[in-house]
């Protein structure tokens, strides 16, 4: 099983790990897969009040490729809207880290991370609007 | 010592060719289990992944349809359990590994000259509505006579049956295409042209039905269990791409049996009307037993076989040349020679002079003890 | 030792993957040479001096593998590899004796080609007990005897298991096969050579050796046929009648020369090397607990091979680890399964948690590994397990105090 050059650079030199407040407004945090399948992942996007993502961290409990699909994720969304962030598709990561056929479920799970948090995002968004609105 | 003598027998085993030599004690060396995912297994790897395009290019074969297996008696017992056919329809002169790998087979009768009868195919395929495996080899381990295979696969095939052909004693010294010949299942052992012992290959055509007998670790595509055999692989491999540019020409045998006959004119070579291996010469030394010549062409520094050598060293009548309808008396004074890769042209003169010598001494004075026998 | 010389290169990663295949050491090679190239002969060509001297050499070898286990030669079968010995032995007096005994006992731990062998012959119509063992990986004596019967044909149980090193009492198991009239039949690739093995002793029946696995050449093994009392076997693969009719095929002389010559420098050895490896696998383990909280050695310590070492870091997936410490060969599972992303059945079968499975390693040391070996794979160990966890969502859980089966995990 022969590696990219692009996903052992993900897999050696990680980008953004850590982990961001996950009890703060503007952060969204989607923790996807099981302990037990081999592979966690926990995904987090700091949305600016502009309406982009200004920060994404994560951290994974996995091989080699989650941990580069979940590192790619974090370089892509930075700077995007939570709309275009959405669109990211596994066919992308899987074929900008040529993963192998086995690794494929690493990409999926990627996908499911930043939908995830997107939705966690929103989720906390609505009901702050609701809040608003109560109080209004 | 070893510069002294002359092997003339390899159709039993053929020394190692240098170059496989050089492959196998670097495998060796190298260790490493394929089946890590760590670089040690990874090289280990691809040495198998190489030797398997190799060992698949000298029989026009794609690399996924080669199965390694411990040698040829292996490749034909699972060929035989594996295509899934109860019905088998076997020549007469198939190797015993073979022969024995299954009981209750049909047994398809040869013509004199060695050659397995078409219209003998055609008619016991027709007997049965049974889905039958025909197994005919490609050339013949003591007569080197080569059976129209092609053929044997279109009677076969329109009739619904499947074919596996032992090639063992083919491949390497001349040539064989698998998916040319259209055979369903085809055995190899390297030993034969000059990689090392215990190893070998089914080649198994893709989308010919395949039961796996050895069950365990998933190698060989699920395949043939076991870890596989690194070093003999890499040596297979690297044999085969040597003996695909150096196949045999009939030139010298030709020779050898016309200088043979001059000697004693009464002299029988089996096989001799019909397509045969370049390397195998089966001949008769009217009066002197096999052994008796085995032994005296021993003591004179020239290895050659009475017969095949699987039969654990007893020294039996040739099944072989008795289904060629050959007298069993005169079936025991019949001897294999056999040339390989290292043989020279001094190697033949000195056959032929050793066996003048002996047929001078000993020619009819040992045919009462032949026939008592 | 000029031997690690010729073994390892400064370039090449430290190999401690023993229990996937050693290499091969050098005074087997050199003994096997001549067998490749002067002396050439097929062992079976009893009618020339080449046959005869191949011959000699595949004997000699025939005994020194027999010396190894207690044995006769004449009760050594060659075959090729540990795989075709386990196959021919369980389907082999599976099907002799068929008419008179139809139940199969083995474990749940076995090695792949047992338990596959034991489907298939559960498909023909076998009953087969697979028995579970403890917590430590060993079987309970009381329930081996509970599950023998007296249509046990026979009892298939390994000396040591290849992923976590425990050897199992089979000196007890023996006896209980004998008592109950069943076959013992005990798949040894990872216990010839390393651990004292007395087919008379331990009551074996019939016993598969690996080349591979004790410093020789692969793609040969034997199987250990008792003849008193008899063993009888229904061959697999037939042909020229080789090895008394139990498996035909031209013997691979120097293949075979090396087995035996690997069984005698083992056993020379054995003691020494047992003293030697244990002290290693201490050092190493000592300094991984130093330094690294929460990792755990699974199966039992004490009754285990000194060259196996089989740990969960908890919270660090196991192929991630593998491929940062790629200066080590190890494994995470066996050899066999780990292209597939199954967590290893073994340690599922000694109740390690799921998730705990997926953070094992399996260390293997063996002759030529070095203390200075051990000491750079410990450091190599330490540094990214320590990076891996900072990276691992539950390890930052566990930090936090949260119960990580607490969560509602979404399968997938």
């Known amino acids: 099983m022969a590696y990219s050059e692009k996903l052992l650079d993900h897999y050696e030199n990680p980008r953004n790990i850590g982990s961001l407040d996950k009890n703060a407004e503007d952060v969204g945090t989607g923790l996807v897969g099981a302990p037990a399948c081999g592979d966690v992942m926990k995904l987090q996007i700091k949305v600016g009040p502009d309406g982009l993502i200004e920060d994404a961290k994560f951290k994974t409990f996995g091989c080699g490729s989650a941990i580069a699909s979940s590192s790619l994720v974090t370089e892509w969304v930075k700077g995007k809207t939570i709309d275009e962030a959405e669109t990211i598709k596994n066919t992308d990561i899987a074929k900008h880290l040529a993963l192998p056929p086995v690794k494929i479920h690493c990409s999926v799970l990627a996908e499911d991370a930043i939908k995830a948090a997107i939705a966690d995002y929103r989720a906390k968004a609505s009901k702050k609007d609701e809040t608003r609105e109560a109080a209004e | 010592m070893p510069d002294a003598f002359t092997y003339l027998d390899h159709n039993a085993t053929s020394p190692l060719r240098p170059a496989a030599f050089d492959a196998v004690v670097e495998a060796l060396r190298a260790g490493g289990n394929p089946s890590s995912v760590h670089r040690v297994g990874r090289t280990a790897r691809a040495r198998v992944d190489s030797a398997r395009r190799q060992v698949a290019a000298l029989i026009g074969a794609r690399p996924s349809e080669v199965v390694f297996t411990s040698g040829g008696t292996e490749a034909n017992n699972s060929a035989l359990a594996g295509a899934g056919r109860r019905r088998m329809l076997v020549s007469a002169v198939e190797h015993d590994s073979v022969l024995k790998a299954a009981t209750g087979m049909e047994i398809l009768s040869v013509q004199g000259n060695g050659i397995v009868d078409l219209g003998v195919l055609e008619k016991s395929l027709a007997a049965s509505d049974e889905p039958a495996l025909v197994s005919v080899m490609f050339a013949n381990n003591e007569t080197g006579v080569l059976q129209p295979i092609a053929d044997v696969v279109r009677v076969a095939h329109a009739a619904g049956a499947l074919v596996h052909c032992d090639a063992v004693q083919g491949a390497g010294k001349v040539s064989v295409d698998f998916s040319g010949l259209g055979v369903d299942y085809l055995s190899l052992s390297a030993h034969k042209f000059g990689g090392p012992a215990g190893i070998g290959a089914l080649v198994v055509r893709g989308g010919a039905p395949f039961v796996p007998d050895r069950l365990g670790g998933g190698q060989e595509s699920n395949r043939r269990a076991g870890t596989e055999n690194v070093a003999g692989i890499a040596g297979f491999g690297i044999a085969a791409t040597e003996a695909r540019s150096g196949l045999a020409t009939t030139e010298w045998r030709d020779h050898l049996e016309a200088a043979l006959l001059e000697i004693a004119p009464t002299a029988q070579v089996y096989g001799a009307g019909a397509d045969r291996l370049p390397n195998t010469t089966c001949i008769s030394m009217p009066g002197v037993r096999a052994e008796t010549q085995v032994m005296a062409l021993d003591l004179a520094g020239i290895c050659v076989s009475a017969g095949a050598a699987c039969s654990s060293g007893k020294v039996t009548r040739s099944a072989v040349l008795l289904a060629m309808g050959v007298e069993p008396a005169e079936a025991e004074t019949a001897l294999r020679i056999s040339f390989g890769w290292n043989t020279c042209f001094d190697d033949i003169e000195r056959l032929i002079a050793a066996w003048r010598d002996l047929y001078t001494r000993v020619g009819y004075s040992d045919i009462g003890h032949a026939q008592a026998a | ?412």
């Open chain 3, 1 to 412: 030792m000029n031997a690690i010389a010729q073994i390892r290169r400064n370039d090449q990663p430290i190999y401690l993957d023993y229990q996937a295949t050693t290499p091969m050491d050098p005074r087997v090679l050199e003994a096997m040479m001549p067998y490749f190239t002067y002396k050439f002969g097929n062992a079976h060509s009893r009618s020339h001096s080449y046959g005869w001297e191949a011959e000699e050499g595949v004997e000699k070898a025939r005994a020194q593998l027999a010396k190894l286990i207690g044995a006769d030669e004449k009760e050594v079968i060659y075959t090729s590899g540990a795989t075709e010995s386990n196959n021919l032995a369980i389907k082999g007096v599976a099907d002799f004796y068929k008419d008179r005994r139809s139940h199969i006992v083995t474990t749940v731990t076995e090695h792949k080609c047992v338990l596959d062998t034991c489907r298939h012959l559960e498909q023909e119509g076998f009953t087969v007990t697979y028995l579970p063992v403890q917590q430590n990986g060993l079987v309970d004596l009381d329930v081996l005897r509970a599950a023998v019967t007296d249509k046990t044909v026979v009892v298939s149980i390994m000396a040591v298991n290849n992923e976590i090193g425990v050897i199992q009492p089979l000196a007890e198991i023996g006896k209980i096969c004998r008592e109950k009239g069943a076959f013992f039949h005990t798949d040894a690739a990872q216990a010839a050579g390393k651990i004292p093995l007395d087919v008379e002793a331990m009551n074996i029946d019939l016993m598969s050796i690996s080349g591979h696995k004790i410093y020789g050449p692969k793609g040969i093994g034997a199987l250990y046929v008792r003849r008193k009392p008899r063993v009888r076997l229904a061959a697999m693969i037939h042909g020229g009648g080789q090895e008394r009719g139990f498996r035909s095929g031209t013997l691979p002389t120097p293949l075979c020369v090396g087995l035996g010559e690997a069984a005698e420098i083992c056993m020379k050895e054995m003691d020494g090397e047992a003293v030697r490896l244990t002290k290693l696998r201490d050092r190493m383990l000592k300094g991984l607990n130093a330094k690294l909280p929460e990792i755990y050695v699974n199966g039992d310590l004490d009754q285990r091979i000194p060259g196996n070492l089989n740990i969960s870091f908890a919270h660090v997936e196991g192929e991630s680890l593998m491929m940062g410490i790629k200066n080590l060969s190890v494994s995470s599972g066996s050899a066999c399964t780990s292209a597939s992303l199954e967590p290893s059945y073994v340690l599922r079968a000694l109740g390690v948690e799921e998730e705990m499975a997926h953070t094992s390693l399996r260390i293997g040391l063996g002759r030529f590994t070095t203390e200075h070996e051990v000491d750079t794979a410990v450091g190599e160990l330490v540094h990214h397990v320590t990076k891996l966890r900072q990276m691992s969502p539950l390890w930052e859980m566990s930090q936090e105090g949260i119960d990580i089966k607490s969560i509602e995990w979404a399968a997938h």
